[in-house]
């Protein structure tokens, strides 16, 4: 029933990182649904996450997974704190395996930009809706005791104890998500949690070991990637997220030479792959601000991964298959990371394969579906309809 021999493409080509096979470069990139209780789990994830592993995605990352019930931005968060935490999330990895994609999580911490309100509900600091709700905010925690804006919560400043045992916790948190069944995890280190308010000199005022130059900015999040990489098993790769600047655009703040910098770290304590994101430092989310182009953030990957030898995946508008293919084929970041688009169609990879002709006989596709695809494709040829 074959029609035309597939098309070559890098976008569709594997890769192997530590013991794990990409089966293309098409990666679902972490995005918060808000839709946990208590950080927990439940059939609004499996089917949510399902879909991507079915829409034919290499990788499939949960959005951020609070290593502390203090560290999720809203009272949805998914959290990744406890044993429950993982036996909830246990359905949605073997789905995500069963259907050819590696589950992935993002481990994460909110940090000063914790204790908000879900997008829709306001997307602000948390106000008298939440409580007739029965959410209330909660106390956060910052390198420095500096609100993200007039009028948000103020954070206490992080003793050198307690910066420690929030590193244990995201060491503890691998550790969940290895039993939970993931095989990539992600540290959050990017949009201005906390994470990157250590690396921020606009966020990080600290003058102790944890602050002041770039080394010490450096430190917490160097750290972490050490104590989680020596919980995470060594054949599961371990990718961190940056922002590559702190403000696209911007000539202050964290900058791209500090990224690169960053990175190169960040290899020699085991990070596989820099996740090349941008800004966040102020304000909230990030994909809802800002005029930018088509794959603005190819510049960041391009560059951190040449000059730091680093293996890169890139994120931020990239909408087309062609534009994805692109992007690998020319060598500016070895993985795509697709948002927004894959929430408007699911099945992007899917999708994309057949448009590059990867797959003109929908075999990628679920057996399921595969099947009456081939078969309807001649009958619309015939119609004129494809
Ligand atoms: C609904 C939504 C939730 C998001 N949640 C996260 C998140 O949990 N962690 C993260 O690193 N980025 C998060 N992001 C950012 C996306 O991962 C992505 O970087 C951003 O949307 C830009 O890519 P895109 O243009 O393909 O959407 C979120 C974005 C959206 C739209």
Not at 68 to 96: C, N, Q, Y
Not at 145 to 168: C, F, K, N, T, Y
Not at 333 to 362: C, M, Q, S, T
């Amino acid at each position: 029933m074959a029609e035309s021999a597939p098309a070559k493409s890098i976008l569709f080509s594997p890769i192997t990182l530590r013991g794990a096979t990409f089966r293309n470069r098409v990666v679902i990139s972490p995005m918060c649904t808000y839709s946990a209780e208590d950080g927990i789990a439940s059939d609004w994830h499996l089917a949510h996450l399902g879909q991507f592993a079915m829409g034919g995605a290499a990788a499939v990352f949960t959005e951020a997974a609070a290593v502390e019930p203090r560290g999720r931005i809203t009272h949805g968060d998914l959290g990744i704190w406890s044993a429950d935490h993982a036996a909830a999330l246990k359905p949605v990895t073997s789905f995500i395996s069963r259907h050819g994609a590696l589950p992935a999580i993002q481990i994460a911490h909110a940090g000063r930009k914790a204790s908000m309100q879900r997008p829709w509900q306001g997307n602000g600091p948390m106000d008298h809706s939440d409580a007739a709700r029965g959410e209330m905010p909660w106390e956060i925690v910052a390198p420095s005791a500096e609100a993200v804006r007039d009028g948000w919560l103020v954070p206490s400043e992080l003793s050198v104890s307690e910066i420690h045992a929030i590193q244990d916790r995201f060491a503890t948190a691998a550790g969940h998500a290895h039993d939970a069944g993931f095989e990539v995890l992600e540290i959050h280190s990017a949009h201005g949690y906390l994470s990157h308010s250590f690396l921020s000199p606009t966020s990080n005022l600290r003058n102790d070991a944890y602050g002041g130059d770039r080394a010490g900015r450096m430190r917490f999040a160097l750290e972490t990637a050490e104590k989680v990489r020596s919980v995470w098993p060594d054949d599961k790769p371990l990718f961190v997220r940056i922002s590559s600047v702190d403000s696209d655009g911007a000539t202050e703040g964290w900058q791209l030479e500090d990224s690169v910098a960053l990175a190169g770290e960040l290899k020699a304590r085991g990070v596989d792959v820099i996740d090349c994101s941008s800004s966040g430092i102020s304000g909230t989310a990030t994909a809802a601000q800002g005029k930018q182009p088509l794959g603005f953030r190819t510049a960041y990957s391009s560059r951190i991964g040449e000059d730091a030898d680093v293996t890169t995946m890139v994120v931020g508008l990239v909408l087309h298959a062609e534009q994805a293919e692109k992007i690998v084929a020319n060598g500016l970041a070895d993985l795509v990371a697709i948002g927004r688009e894959a929430l408007f169609d699911p099945y992007w990879a899917n999708h994309a394969a057949h448009k590059l002709g990867v797959d003109p006989d929908f075999v990628g596709w679920p057996e399921q579906y595969g099947w009456w695809l081939e078969r309807r494709a001649p009958l619309l040829r015939d119609i004129g309809e494809a």
